[in-house]
């Protein structure tokens, strides 16, 4: 894999995870602004549904990986196995010192696009980037 590769890579990590981070955002303001819940059930609920999106669109189309599915998923479970509760409880402790709920959680995000960024590149889909067969459109 060359270094032009490599900075691909990170562009289009980085635009999905925009992606996922505005879902993510979006979903944790509307439960945290309409319903009242505590900071954690609210984010829990934002970050799974932005895993799910960010999972799909970086399989695809940054590391265009032909992995097992299933394998893939629960490689990135087992990030989140650590990273949910951890991220939660720092979460929960700081809103309740008095921290602002979307400070926490744009730092938390930030935290989790850099880890999750060198885990998925280097260990879930570590062997197995650029594996994915194009399909051809053509009937010949």
Known sequence: MNK??????MIK????SISAGLIQIGSFTLINENLDVPYWPAYLIAL?????WNFTLNRKFTFKSAANIPKAMLK?????LVFTPLSTLWGNALEGIGWNEYVILGGTMIIN???EF???KYYVYRNNINTAVI???SYE
């Open 48 to 52: 799974t549904l932005s895993v799910i």
């Open 113 to 115: 696009f850099v880890t």
């Open 118 to 120: 060198l885990f998925t």
């Open 4 to 9: 032009r590769e490599n900075v691909i890579h």
């Open 13 to 16: 990590f980085t635009l999905f």
């Open 76 to 80: 990135v479970a087992c990030y989140y």
């Open 135 to 137: 399909k051809s459109d």
